[in-house]
């Protein structure tokens, strides 16, 4: 039977394949795709674990005192059964063997399966052994995480078919952690769907740079879809369809046709010089995420990286951070692979929905912190780590000498922390002198996301080359959402006046005091907001790669002389969305047509 599921649309597109669920665990599970050589050892790995597991059982029941209850024997029993069983350790190994699944995925999918099976048992004793059944495979995970590691291969990189048969694969999970997003940022999966999240949570922001449909905050989807239904994925509308009818499938895949063609319409703006109609350049720079990012910036038209997420090097690495040395090969790597344009790399940003895993328990776990988003994350983590932040700033300063490098702080909030953060780059610099390294000058910026520094702006301006506003968190901390709660996605709102008010204040006075301003958060590549950003007198725009043909498309369109007037109704306005959409709505001209046409 066919069913709806409606969640948050955060990826544009239609996503049709077959749903692969990662299951929530006690324990934390890898998902690792596995190359074909290394099937057979995979298996083998996934058997001896269940061997240890059995010989712990055997101990446990020979180790039970006399006076034990005879109910604990039994249960032991009744554990080495489920561990025996063929429908646990049969379908786990075919998981390995058909999917390339990596043992510890496996064992979790098909628990996935096993527990679906018992919920709908009619018999309550039979239900309730569910428990047994999940006691057993945590058990089993936790054996595989201390015996040898799975041999981790590069099948990330595969194509969509090469594990999922005819149909592509869909990904279907609670929430997906950022140390999964990032092995699956080249993956085989076409699209994502998860229960949690809103707009500008990592997962959505980390689809959007897939350029892959995405719905997030869809509830009980993970709950709903089983393994291997036929889903789509409807990023336009938010909407998840289950088991589709033929129909509703054939319009889906027309659909898909159409985006596709719409894609490559836009792909032809690629290397047209981004210029407004009355011959305002705009600058439109790329986010990235890894060094290896770097060239598709550049297939996508970028001019520059506007924001590298260093904080991407540092996850999916248990305690063992980067070092120096490891730091400085990766950004003299995404320096070089922009060849010679401008580089700009955030230093590490980690802390609510993207903790390390060497931090403690507290920390790790973002859930257990009462307000993860007002905790110790980005600089206030950095100043708190000193000798790591002096490590990466060495790091950078070095990879300046191959290129331009330009180093931005991010959520400062005060002239306190401004101090510190700048006493923390000269002792850095002093470093390198000493120890004879060479390096380069960089360009020193800071994000503009927290209203306080919003808000006290001349005195960044005084100190920095730069600012970049930050509007993911800047809209969050104006308006007190956590952004990565879908309980409260529907009240984060980038209309807001008072978030207008604060990106519009911000560009008037660093253009006024002849500093750099951009915008980086998801606002820059929306194309809802080009013609407002431009009236604003913005002129620098870093988005996902895959976002820029689009914005790109309304620049090249609009006339800011004839915009410039609109900005101050748009802000005084109750509806500034439906003022905006009203007011520009005739900002394209003739001209427009004949000049998109030639860019072909």
Known sequence: MSIQIF???????????????????????????????????????????????ADEFDNLKRDLPADAPAELAALLDVHQMLLQDEALMGAAADWIRQRHYNAEWAVSAQLEVLARQFDEMEDAYIRERKADLEQVVERLLRSLSRGEPSAVPDASRANAQDFGGDEPLVLVANDIAPADMLSFKRSVFKGFVTDVGGKTSHTAIVAR?????????????????????????????????????????????????????????????????????????VELLANIEMPEDGPGALEAGSVGVGLFRSEFLFMNRGSDLPDEEEQYGAYRRAVEAMKGLPVVIRTVDIGADKPLEGMSASELRHESVLNPALGLRAIRWSLAEPSMF???????????????????????????????????????????????????????????????????????????????????????????????????????????????QLIQSTITQARAAGKGVSVCGEMAGDPAFTELLLAMGLRSFSMHPSQIASVKQRVLRADTRRLAPLVAGVLQSEDPEATCMEAFAHSSTAHAAPRLMSAG
């Open 7 to 53: 969640g948050l649309p955060v990826s544009r597109g239609v996503a049709i394949g077959r749903a692969v669920l990662v299951a929530s665990s006690r324990v934390d599970v890898p998902h690792v795709f596995i190359d074909q050589s290394l099937i057979d050892e995979e298996v083998a790995r996934l058997f001896k674990a269940r061997d240890v597991v």
């Open 390 to 500: 002096r490590r990466q700033l060495r790091a950078l300063y070095r990879a300046a000498a191959h290129g331009p490098v330009k180093i931005m702080i991010p959520m400062l909030a005060s002239q306190r922390e401004i101090h510190q953060t700048l006493d923390n780059i000269a002792h850095a610099k002093r470093q390198l002198t000493e120890s004879g390294k060479p390096f380069g000058e960089v360009e020193l910026g800071a994000m503009i996301e927290v209203p306080a520094a919003a808000l006290t702006l001349p005195v960044f301006l005084r100190y920095f080359d730069f600012v970049s506003i930050g509007t993911n968190d800047l809209i969050q901390y104006t308006l007190a959402i956590d952004r990565s709660d879908e309980a409260v996605a529907h009240l984060y709102d980038p209309w807001h006046p008072a978030v207008l």
């Open 209 to 281: 740079s897939m350029d892959i449909p995405a719905v997030v905050g869809a509830r009980q989807a993970s709950n709903l879809i089983r393994q291997d239904d036929c889903i789509i994925i409807d990023g336009d509308a938010g909407l998840v369809i289950v088991d589709p009818s033929p129909i509703v499938l054939e319009e889906y895949r027309f659909r898909q046709r159409q985006s596709e063609l719409e894609r490559s319409r836009l792909a032809r703006l690629r290397h047209t010089p981004a210029v407004t109609l009355d011959g305002e350049r």
